[in-house]
């Protein structure tokens, strides 16, 4: 890290991976995960930290990652949209996302993604209430969120029922 | 979008975070940054240094004293303490006012002392800390500390007692409140995630014949700083609380504000909505404190 | 007026023989999602080229201002900087953007960097390209301007009166266009009505704000002499006159290509300044230039929708039969006309609104004023006009004492009359209306929630109940520009579609469209699925638009609900016509009659004997391979281009015209709250019924719905721009312009009916802008809510301050 210096040397660990880039200190997080190391699930939609679409995980909490500097997240684990899926098999979220048609031009969809991960994390079984509480800091402008509350919910149930064979 | 250029230092201790303020004029402390970073991004702040306290260890706590009070490091999350048991159980007021902050993300980042020091008209917790009676323990250089009570933190509109070039905000300390005491705190906004267009923190607690023996009512965003509304303590002190008297007691308590006008309000709605929102929060407080309600 | 003739019935009509009715309807899972899911969506700004460079801008701070002089000086120093442009610049490299108005308005001089002045705050002054995005915002930081503030015109119908400043000098006045409207023998019907009802309504300014913003790759290859520019605009192809005389290139050398966009809403029309801007710089830089909006700039300066203000007037019979409508309305248009005035065209295709309305006046003004230039936001045009119909029909029903559901029952256009002409010359293709708004009122217990607001209000409490109906009038005839414009060559609404069978055996398609969320490659591939029986996951839709491989016109683009009526119609066509290949080889190499083959399942066969059979792999192979054994003289391959054109007309000497090819239906019942005490609203049920013709996907149909509904929530409620009289926008940004969270929007309750449009041959209608009707319900419902104190609201936005004040009685 730094002291005071033009460029400063990042290194964090992005859905199980190794990456590092040399960045400005006033490099945004979301900038160096989407043009320094080629991360282009987290979309950028607004300026002043309300959208969401940027949405994160950061050190096991979920964070608008344009409003954290990429210097901050030297030595952490992020988890993007991106790492949602193993081994080509989509995460119960993305699954339920899917079935229940709760996006539509996809844009904010990373981060109600991230910000569902976190909700089930820490609550597995959610009222409609919570739900929307938790993604109250994600803008959608296509779907009216009634179908992205739907399919929170949908993979709560499934992510909480005993598995099958 | 994007901050103008800046030096960035990471102290990992207390005292070099102060020495760094004093030496690199023009920067400002970082600490969850979502304000900070916020005003930087559409560049109406720029400042040449930031010096960023994410890496200093032993200001991220909540501690129940043995006399009572509750120590809250000045670097410990919204969420922690949102979350935090204690907090829920001993001051529903700040836990209110705590979950209707931004949203989950901001929450996972942002801090009380951040909060506190940067002290917006309009932000939540200035509002809470007045009505609980909390004291702000403040850092000098060579261990040197100093406690401001939350009545006397907040000077003006984005000022604090603190002096910027020398001083920093550590912990935040919440004195214990009688057994039968409640409060609660609520906002009008036209959206939930919306800094409030009137907010009022409420904290009441009653003697064993159930009359008001204290009361601390403190509003936000109708002042350059959190506004005591001491007219509607001194009504309800030593009655029951009802309806009637809630009522009269908002009247009292707006009565010398000048709201200010802006594009989500007018100065006439925040001012007719803070008598509503005075009225209920006093109602809801006594309920807790009385116990009628949780 | 009446139903149409049957000659004119007749022409529209289209065939479905094609269709097998095995995969439409179904919900399918969108194709789109999978990779938007998992993050994998193509957006402009994922775009990453070698050498790319970055484009910021320098904005007006003012909303009218000279501009008396620039240094850019600092910013051309700095180091990474590549390239400072002004608008002196841009004038030396283009002719001024072309304008769709006659004359005098034509004069108005428009180019994409303010020359001389600028006429709104956000306007772009200079242009920087840099190394980076960061080094970009810099150096525009450091650029002075030496700016003489004018007087800001504000309001449109004070930017008409003598002696207002002008937006545009060279134009003379603030004045766009004016059309007069008259169809139908309006003077009788007013001059014999039992009572005419008067109001002034207000339509208020909102966008879009689709969470991405505008964006832009320009990347020139001067090896191959391509400019290829990857956008986010909805109708590249309409814009392709501006970028091919801005760079001097042929439409052949130019490369427009559009993948996901991350919604638009109508704001992404008008963003053709910035691909011919990044264009320019690419070509100039030998490099790709990169631009991406901020969310600031955005809201600022990408796109608004045009205020409207109309004073309205019904011609009403005491059984509460509205006879006749007169309007005068003013359109505030904002400061450059570049999607506009179609405005005050776009309307007439709902002429009279849902009703059996005799006749129709409309005295129409487009007015420049030193605002963001307006275009067609989701429900361009139809949704404000719609509004002063509904709006009218509340103040009617409450004048008579009538319910307002009745009043619209009696006088809704009837099923007996459906295809149904306008006095406009509108034809409403089919639905059955007033059945659909009684299936609305149980669905949604209307009589149950009438009795519990009596209860209610008994309890001093305020709830509303707003019905309201509205139409999504789909598909435009472009010709409803000749109705200001006579001379503009632009005319009809036609879209192309490419279906391939590849050698594999798989299908291919391409669309003339550039969606936006709205599931066409689900659909479409439904719908070719659907006519030749393929399995759905061999069918795989082109991502977006690309003027290489797609097959347009110059209407290509999604926008004005266009894709269900034009879009799909071509690929039916398409795919149609490929089905009619295939069949014909197959009768070939199974010496079967040609009108004995089947398609089924991915394969054919011969119906008098099913056991010769052969699938479409193998009838691939020989079209494109093994070409002796096709029939002799048939033209090898299995493409099938197929381009949709309806019967659309140019507007007669009286401005009647079609102007768009189906016509949808919902009904919109929302009951709602206010708090009396702090005029807060609050949402308690919300069940709407929504008759898109024949549903293709009803996923994509119901997240259409919900996404209408929550826009015109947000726009009642939420949303509004708050200019002050200097021009200044009060409300820039995502701290102030409120864009509603999950908490906001209720649950939405959404019930179907299914009247299959005649005139698309899939049945389906386009459906995603909705009409507006969501505005109309909500304010309709908080106007009952106030009506123990008759209250009356004549905007589209409702605040609680502006509720708190009705309650107290006292007025702004």
């Known amino acids: 890290m730094s002291e005071g210096q033009e460029l400063v040397h990042v290194r964090v660990r992005v859905n199980g991976q190794p990456y590092e880039a040399d960045v400005e200190p006033r490099t945004l997080l979301i900038d160096m995960l989407r043009d320094n190391l080629g991360i282009t699930g987290p979309h950028i939609g607004c300026d002043t930290g309300h959208c969401g679409a940027c949405t994160v995980i950061l050190n096991g909490r979920s964070v608008k990652s344009c409003m954290v500097l990429a210097v901050q997240a030297d030595g952490s684990e992020i988890l993007t949209v991106e790492g949602l899926e193993k081994d080509g098999q989509l995460h119960p979220l993305q699954e339920a996302f899917w079935e229940n048609h709760a996006l539509q031009c996809g844009y904010c969809t990373p981060g109600q993604l991230m910000s569902a991960y976190f909700l089930l994390g820490r609550n597995p079984n959610p009222s409609e209430d919570e739900i929307r509480k938790a993604i109250e800091g994600n803008l959608c402008r296509c779907t009216g969120y009634v179908n992205i509350v739907k399919a929170i919910k949908a993979a709560a149930l499934k992510m909480s029922s005993p598995r099958a064979g | ?294 | 007026m009446s139903k149409a003739s049957p000659e004119l019935i007749s022409l529209y009509t289209q065939d479905s023989a094609a269709l097998t009715l095995k995969w439409l309807g179904k919900p399918l899972k969108p194709k789109e999602d999978h990779r938007l899911v998992r993050g994998r969506g193509a957006f402009v700004d994922d775009v990453q080229l070698p050498r790319m460079a970055y484009a910021a801008f320098l904005r007006s701070p003012y909303g009218h201002a000279r501009i008396k002089g620039m240094d850019i000086s600092r910013a051309k120093s700095m180091p990474g900087v590549l390239l400072v442009w002004t608008g002196d610049d841009i004038k030396k490299r283009m002719r001024p953007l072309p304008q769709a108005t006659p004359p005098p308005a034509r004069n108005a001089i428009d180019y994409p960097l303010a020359v001389d002045k600028v006429r709104f705050q956000g306007e772009p002054v200079a242009m920087v390209v840099a190394e980076s995005r960061y080094l970009a915002e810099d150096a525009a930081n450091q650029i002075d301007v030496d700016y003489e503030p004018l007087p800001a015109v504000m309001d449109a119908e004070k930017a008409l009166e003598p002696g207002s400043p002008l937006v545009h000098e060279e134009v003379g006045s603030n004045m766009i266009a004016h059309v007069h409207y008259k169809w139908g023998d309006v003077d009788y019907y007013f001059q014999h009505a039992d009572m005419v009802v008067d109001a002034k309504f207000h339509y208020h300014r909102f966008t879009g704000a689709p969470i991405e913003p505008n964006a832009v790759v320009a990347d020139y290859d001067e090896r191959l002499d391509v400019m290829t520019v990857y956008c986010n605009n909805q109708a590249p192809m309409e814009w392709l006159p501006q970028l091919s005389a801005g760079l001097n290139m042929p439409y052949p050398k130019l490369r427009v290509v559009t993948r996901d966009i991350g919604g638009a809403f109508g704001t992404k029309l008008i963003n053709y300044v910035y691909m011919v801007l990044a264009s320019l710089a690419s070509k100039e830089l030998r490099r790709p230039v990169k631009y991406v909006e901020t969310r600031t700039e955005n809201l600022q300066a990408a796109a608004h929708n045009a205020e409207r203000t109309c004073y309205v007037s019904a011609a009403v019979q005491r059984d509460g039969t509205v006879l006749a409508i007169r309007m005068k309305c003013i359109d505030d248009d904002g400061a450059y006309s570049r999607h506009e005035p179609a405005g005050m065209t776009v309307w007439a295709q709902v002429s009279t609104g849902l009703y059996r309305i005799k006749a129709l006046e409309n005295d129409f003004y487009a007015v420049f004023t030193n605002k963001c230039p307006s275009t067609s936001i989701r429900g361009f045009s139809r949704a404000p006009h719609l509004f002063m119909i509904e709006r009218i029909m509340d103040r009617i029903a409450r004048k008579l004492g009538v319910d307002p559901a009745e009043i619209r029952m009696r006088n809704l256009v009837r099923p007996e009359d459906m295809p149904y002409m306008t006095p406009s010359g509108g034809l409403y293709d089919s639905g059955n209306w007033p059945d659909g708004l009684k299936k609305a009122l149980e669905a949604a217990d209307y009589q149950g929630w009438r009795r519990k607001q009596e209860e209610l209000r008994r309890q001093g409490r305020y709830v509303g109940i707003g019905v309201v109906v509205g139409s999504d009038s789909a598909g435009p005839n472009m010709a409803q520009v000749k109705m200001y414009n006579p001379g503009l060559p632009y005319t009809s609404g036609t879209e192309g579609a490419l279906v391939q069978m590849t050698p594999d055996g798989k299908v291919r398609v391409t669309l003339g469209t550039s969606p936006q969320g709205m599931g066409h490659e689900t659909t479409a591939a439904q719908v070719v699925a659907d006519v030749l029986d393929v399995d759905y996951d061999d069918i795989y839709v082109q991502t977006g638009f690309d003027s290489f491989t797609s097959i347009y016109t110059m209407h290509s683009g999604t926008y004005g609900s266009r894709f269900a009526p034009l879009g799909l119609s071509a690929v039916y066509l398409a795919a149609a016509r490929l089905k009619a290949k295939l069949a014909k080889i197959a009768a070939y190499m199974l010496r079967c009659n040609e009108l004995d083959v089947v398609l089924d399942g991915g394969k054919a066969f011969c119906r008098t004997d099913p056991q010769r059979a052969v699938d479409f792999k193998r009838i691939a192979r020989v079209a494109y391979g093994n070409v002796n054994e096709m029939p002799p003289g048939m033209e090898p391959g299995l493409y099938s281009i197929a381009i949709f054109r309806p019967p659309f007309q140019n507007p007669d000497e009286n401005r009647r015209a079609n102007l768009a090819l189906t016509y949808s239906y919902n009904v919109h019942v929302v009951v709602v709250e206010v708090d009396p005490e702090t005029g807060m609203p609050r949402i308690l049920n919300y069940v709407a019924l929504e008759d898109s013709g024949r549903i293709v996907n009803p996923l994509v149909v119901d997240g259409q719905v919900h996404g209408a509904i929550a826009h015109g929530i947000a726009e009642a409620l939420y949303e509004k721009y708050n200019y002050d009289e200097n021009g200044n926008l009060l409300n820039s940004n995502f701290v102030d312009y409120l864009v509603p969270t999950a908490l906001e929007i209720p649950p939405l309750s959404v019930v179907h009916t299914e009247t299959p449009s005649p005139f698309t041959p899939t049945g389906a209608k386009g459906m995603g802008e909705g009409g507006g009707t969501a505005v109309q319900a909500v304010i309709s419902a908080i106007e009952d809510a106030l009506s123990p104190l008759g209250a009356e609201l004549v905007d589209s936005h409702a605040d609680p301050e502006t509720i708190l004040r009705i309650l107290k009685g006292s007025s702004r």
Do not use: C
């Not at chain 2, 700083?225 to 303590?233: S, V």
């Not at chain 2, 709201?259 to 407080?285: C, M």
């Open chain 2, 1 to 294: 979008m994007r901050p103008a250029p800046f030096e960035y230092y990471a102290p990992e201790t207390v005292e070099d975070a102060l020495r760094l303020l004093e030496e690199k004029e023009g920067a400002k402390l970082l600490a969850g940054g979502q304000s900070l970073l916020a005003l930087m991004k559409l560049r109406l702040l720029a400042p040449s240094a930031l010096i960023d306290l994410n890496r200093i260890n032993g200001l991220r706590y909540i501690r129940e004293e043995g006399n009572g009070w509750l120590s809250i490091g000045a670097m410990t999350l919204y969420d922690e303490l949102e979350q935090s048991p204690v907090v829920r159980t001993r001051y529903p007021a700040l836990r209110e006012a705590l979950y209707r902050l931004g949203d989950q993300q901001v929450r996972n980042r942002g801090t009380i002392g951040g909060s506190l020091a940067h002290a917006d008209p309009s932000a939540n917790l200035p509002p809470a800390m007045v009505a609980l009676k909390a004291q702000i323990v403040v850092a000098r250089r060579n261990g040197e500390r100093r406690t401001i009570s939350a009545d006397d933190f907040f000077v003006d509109s984005f000022t604090t007692a603190l002096d910027p070039e020398r001083e920093m905000l550590v912990e935040v300390r919440l004195p214990p409140w009688p057994r039968m005491s409640g409060g609660t705190y609520m906002k009008l906004s036209k959206r939930e995630i919306d800094f409030s267009i009137v907010e009022v923190a409420a904290q009441i607690s009653v003697d064993d014949a159930g009359n008001v023996r204290e009361a601390r009512i403190a509003l936000g965003s109708v002042a350059p700083k959190p506004y005591r509304a001491t007219g509607a303590e001194s009504v309800l002190l030593g009655s029951k609380v009802d309806e009637g008297l809630a009522a009269r007691a908002a009247e009292k308590g707006v009565e010398g504000l000048e709201p200010p006008s802006d594009v989500q309000a007018t100065g006439w709605y925040r001012k007719e909505v803070s008598k509503v929102l005075v009225k209920r929060a006093i109602l809801k407080a006594w309920r807790r404190a009385t116990g009628v309600e949780q």
